[in-house]
């Protein structure tokens, strides 16, 4: 019984007329937020709107909804910062927020999205389509590490909603088990492999994304010829774990700052490491050679 009320308030066009009579009456009810389901049209400002197409299980879909885009994560900063780059490295792209937005804020602007999940391979490529930026984005559906070959990859299953085909659940990951899990089998690489192997060695490299869950340092080890090369601002989700020293040990071989963002600005910070601190962070990985990028969003520690 419960599946099928959920397959109700689920199927897009009963999603879309009940989350926006839960939106209008917010105030009311402000402990229930429905989560949407189907296609939604969204604007991060005036001049740039998409659609963007999701299920009740993608967190990203949730908070474009409820708070809008502009308060998602580091948009901001992210679109002032996007438009004055050649590519945009989008490496856990899921439904493919950031690589929507790069190619919508950018004129001439390449893009590289990658993610190996099923739910990604959907739902990536139907927001590009939804969106005509196949010109722009290219979705690939490898895992990025530091070698290349097959690896295994473990795709988180939603026990709340078993019907559903694509999960769009965030952590799905190559080196830490969700709680509830499929092992798949998928094709790795490694960045700098990559470039070669798909003759993308003349692309500058200019900014990079990535959200994948602990595996971020595996992956930067594999691009490190690209950073050598083209010293890109790297964004990356820091876990609460052993992650960050290693990513911290990476990038101050390569000559990198560290900044931490709030709202539209950029805190340096001296160091990755907090052992008092248990929170999920986003962290920019700026070279010198790139401060010119970043300068007028630079606040102070």
Known sequence: MKNLFYRIIYFPPVNFLLRNINKAFRRMVPDIKLPPSGTMRLRLNDRIKFRFHTNQSDFVGFCLFWTGVAAYEYVPLFGKIIVKC???????????????????????????????????????NKNIRLNHL????????????????????????????????????????????????????????????????????????DFVKVDAEGAEPMIISGMSSTIRKYHPIVVCEILPDESGKRLEEIFKEQGYSFYTHEKEQLVPAKTLVDPDNKEVRNCFFVHPSRLSLIGEFIGHS
Request: charged share 20%; hydrophobic share 40%; glycine share 6%.
């Open 86 to 124: 050649r590519s945009f490295v989008d490496i856990g792209a899921n439904g493919g927020l950031y690589s929507i937005l790069a190619a919508r804020l950018s004129e001439d602007i390449r893009v590289l999205a990658f993610d190996p999940t099923r739910a990604a391979s959907f739902y990536l």
């Open 134 to 205: 196949a010109s722009k984005v290219t979705a690939y559906p490898f895992a990025l590490s530091d070698q290349t070959g097959k690896t295994d990859f473990f795709e988180v299953k939603n026990k709340k909603y078993p019907f559903l085909k694509y999960n769009l659940g965030g952590s799905s990951s190559m080196v830490n088990y969700p709680a509830d899990y499929e092992r798949l089998t998928v094709q790795a690489f490694s960045f700098d492999d990559f470039v070669n192997q798909y003759a993308l060695e003349e692309l500058p490299i």
